[in-house]
């Protein structure tokens, strides 16, 4: 035992180490663009600011937020993951419901099942996608960059499992009580799945805040970017005119800067949300992983 305690607390103190240096080779890249973002024109420039900011100046972050070009492209950003997200949740909560039942309540149930894991496993590819995207009308709309992706096999895989280790005593009541399926999801499965739909929700907002090709395919004019396409598009020109800043403003600050503050505050809604979720997060990430 004696031993055993040892080889534990080598293990932890080893785990303990080797996640502190993992969590800091993750935030450090962060910790540098929010430097860069508050230092001068000059130091920015010279490539001298490292974790601390050099000549700190808020003008970088004044011309973003009144940079129209900036805050249009951050509402549809917005927009598109508050819709995303609760479309998706919506119809992957409804589905899991369904195809959590046994093969005697559901008939066909396997089927539907593997019909979804086809979709998973092949798709059209791009072309087919645009046309049917195009057909549909749906170009330069914010239901382009919605409803293609709104149902994820893999979450719906999880929240399907997850409901499956739900005990049938409690829907049994409910339907003796005179519930449909609607009121036993509602009232019965949702109340204790809110681990799992939590972090399903932080899977999708955080996918679709950072999803930028398909803006940039299905937009045809930068105006309709959503954030991510826009900072794509701000980095990859590495052309000032594209990010709303007039050439007399070139003198004030370095391009570095800006696109450093703007990137900074893409980031940060997604890192305000995560601390009311990480409750949930720990347990939710493992539930339904068990079951199939």
Same mark, same amino acid.
């Given at each position: 035992?004696?031993?055993?305690?040892?080889?534990?607390?080598?293990?932890? %103190?080893?785990?303990?180490?080797? $996640?502190?240096?993992? #969590? +800091? *080779?993750c935030?450090l890249?962060? @910790?540098?663009? /929010?430097?860069?973002?508050?230092?001068s024109?000059?130091?920015?420039?010279?490539?001298?600011?490292?974790?601390?900011?050099?000549?700190?100046?808020?003008?970088?972050?004044?011309?973003?937020l009144?940079?129209?070009?900036?805050?249009?492209?951050?509402?549809?950003?917005?927009?598109?993951?508050?819709?995303?997200t609760?479309?998706?949740?919506?119809?992957?909560?409804?589905?899991?419901?369904?195809?959590?039942?046994?093969s005697?309540?559901?008939?066909?149930?396997?089927?539907?099942?593997? %019909?979804?894991?086809?979709?998973? $496993?092949?798709?059209? #590819? +791009? *072309?087919?996608?645009?046309?049917? @995207?195009?057909? /549909?009308h749906?170009l330069?709309?914010?239901?382009?960059?919605?409803?293609?992706?709104?149902?994820?096999?893999?979450?719906?895989?999880?929240?399907?499992?997850?409901?499956?280790?739900?005990?049938?005593d409690?829907?049994?009541?409910?339907?003796?009580?005179?519930?449909?399926?609607?009121?036993v999801?509602?009232?019965?499965?949702?109340?204790?799945s809110?681990?799992?739909?939590?972090t399903?929700?932080?899977?999708t907002?955080?996918?679709?805040?950072?999803?930028?090709?398909?803006?940039? %395919?299905?937009?045809?004019?930068?105006?309709?970017?959503?954030?991510?396409?826009?900072?794509?598009?701000? @980095?990859?020109?590495?052309?000032?005119?594209?990010?709303?800043?007039?050439?007399?403003?070139?003198?004030?600050?370095?391009?570095?800067?800006?696109?450093?503050?703007?990137?900074?505050?893409?980031?940060?809604?997604?890192?305000?949300?995560?601390p009311?979720?990480?409750?949930?997060?720990?347990?939710?990430?493992?539930l339904?992983?068990?079951?199939?």
């Amino acid at each position: 035992m004696k031993f055993r305690s040892r080889s534990y607390a080598a293990f932890a %103190i080893s785990n303990n180490v080797f $996640l502190s240096l993992l #969590g +800091l *080779i993750c935030i450090l890249p962060l @910790i540098h663009v /929010l430097a860069v973002s508050f230092s001068s024109r000059a130091a920015a420039t010279a490539n001298i600011v490292n974790f601390w900011p050099v000549g700190f100046t808020l003008d970088a972050y004044a011309k973003t937020l009144d940079n129209e070009k900036f805050l249009t492209a951050m509402w549809i950003g917005a927009e598109r993951t508050i819709l995303g997200t609760i479309i998706s949740m919506a119809v992957i909560t409804m589905a899991s419901y369904s195809l959590s039942k046994t093969s005697i309540r559901f008939p066909g149930r396997q089927v539907y099942t593997w %019909i979804f894991v086809f979709t998973m $496993l092949f798709s059209g #590819g +791009l *072309i087919p996608s645009y046309i049917v @995207i195009s057909k /549909l009308h749906l170009l330069d709309t914010i239901w382009s960059l919605v409803l293609p992706g709104a149902v994820s096999v893999w979450n719906m895989i999880l929240m399907l499992n997850f409901f499956r280790t739900i005990p049938q005593d409690l829907e049994e009541a409910a339907y003796i009580d005179g519930a449909g399926h609607l009121r036993v999801l509602w009232s019965v499965y949702l109340p204790v799945s809110m681990p799992s739909i939590a972090t399903l929700s932080l899977f999708t907002m955080v996918s679709h805040w950072n999803s930028w090709f398909d803006g940039v %395919i299905y937009m045809s004019k930068p105006e309709g970017y959503p954030l991510a396409s826009y900072l794509h598009s701000m @980095i990859v020109s590495d052309n000032l005119s594209r990010i709303g800043v007039s050439a007399e403003s070139i003198a004030n600050f370095s391009n570095r800067t800006v696109k450093a503050a703007q990137i900074f505050i893409g980031a940060l809604p997604i890192l305000l949300v995560y601390p009311f979720l990480q409750k949930y997060f720990v347990k939710g990430i493992v539930l339904g992983s068990v079951k199939s």
